[in-house]
């Protein structure tokens, strides 16, 4: 089993930064793909960020593209999601996630609980 924890959410103003952590269990822990996705209220889940098991390759959605960092540590079995110049609409719930080959949909096997992210005006 694979169980994954979101830290790192709160309150901040427009052009701040955060940095989201998630820890993850599991000795299969390196095999797996990582992701962020972040949902709104009424809104789908859409994806944020991807990263391959062993860190070499990297997918960003368009929104984010040059403000958020994605990177893990697979020695601490933690995947981080950095996150600069946050705007309102940055605001979402957002959720830690794994599965065995990288996608860019929310069609992954496991999830955290996620962490809020407000970001304000």
């Known amino acids: 089993q694979v169980q994954l924890v979101e830290s790192g959410g709160g309150l901040v103003q427009a052009g701040d930064s955060l940095r989201l952590s998630c820890a993850a269990s599991?000795?299969?822990?390196?095999?797996?793909?990582m992701g962020w996705f972040r949902q709104a209220p009424g809104k789908e889940r859409e994806f944020v960020a991807a990263i391959t098991w062993n860190g070499s390759t990297t997918y960003y959605a368009d929104s984010v593209k040059g403000r958020f960092t994605i990177s893990r540590d697979n020695a601490k079995n933690m995947m981080y999601l950095q996150m600069n110049s946050l705007k309102p609409e940055d605001t979402a719930i957002y959720y830690c996630?794994?599965?065995?080959?990288?996608?860019?949909?929310?069609?992954?096997?496991?999830w955290g609980q996620g962490t809020q992210v407000t970001v304000s005006s």
């Open positions: 996630a794994a599965r065995v080959g990288i996608r860019t949909t929310p069609d992954y096997d496991y």
């Open positions: 599991g000795h299969i822990f390196s095999s797996h793909a």
